[in-house]
């Protein structure tokens, strides 16, 4: 994991990423803590086009337990709450 303190950012600007971006990710550390993450477009639009992905999925999922009947209907949102707070259990 490449990391690199907010400070030096604040001291030499971008150009403080630009050689590490190269291998990965970069985090940067402030108040001894991971802040933020910076990461190329190629990078972004990788983690949005997987985010996209994985909920169209969960999607085609859901509309399958529908056409097979594995769904169950409630009366009301307080009974539906109930039943997940009954299966987390």
Do not use: C, W
């Not at 030096?8 to 971008?14: A, L, P, S, V």
């Not at 990788?46 to 409630?74: I, T």
């Amino acid at each position: 994991m490449n990391t690199i303190p907010a400070q030096e950012i604040k001291r030499r600007g971008i150009a403080a990423v630009d050689g590490m971006i190269a291998t990965g990710d970069v985090h940067v550390i402030r108040n001894n803590k991971p802040e933020y993450v910076v990461l190329t477009e190629a990078r972004y639009q990788e983690l949005v086009a997987e985010a996209e992905e994985a909920y169209v999925a969960r999607v085609k999922a859901s509309l399958e337990d529908v056409k097979a009947g594995r769904v169950r209907k409630f009366a009301s949102a307080d009974e539906l709450l109930k039943a997940l707070d009954l299966d987390g259990e």
